[in-house]
């Protein structure tokens, strides 16, 4: 009888055990999906779409571009543009992963809208960089898909 107590015990744990194993993936499963959802869900508006980066594949932009993205950016997406920065963790939404395609889709013009109008957390920079230093951000923005 004994025995047969304990084998309903573990049963008993077993189960709530799966439980909480399914319910922790369920959680995880949300928060990746709601993450993934918050970065393609910030739209800027069509007419940013026809802003041109006068700076395009200029080496010495992008250059200056990752200096200002170490300097601005990394503390919230991170030294790899992956949205895991320090301050991000704490974040809703969680800052943007510059390696996702949904982010490189967009176009030069959509990201330079975005820098300069900002959406919180994410302060706007329209105040606190040039014209020329956000295109030089954005140089560097689309290296971070190669790497």
Known sequence: ??????????????????????????IIAV??????????????????????NPLKDDAVSTKQGKKLYTQLCTICHGTKGKGDGMAGAALNPKPANFILKTFQVQSDGAIFWKIAE????????????????RWQLISYLRTLKKQ
Request: net charge positive.
């Open 1 to 26: 009888m004994i025995q047969h107590s304990n084998y309903s015990l573990e049963q008993f744990k077993m189960k709530k055990m799966k439980k909480l194993a399914t319910t922790v993936l369920v």
């Open 31 to 52: 928060l990746f999906s709601s993450n993934i959802y918050s970065q393609s869900t910030w739209k800027a508006p069509q007419s940013a779409d026809e802003i041109i």
């Open 118 to 133: 900002g959406k919180a957390p994410m302060a706007g920079y329209k105040d606190l960089l040039s014209k020329e230093k």
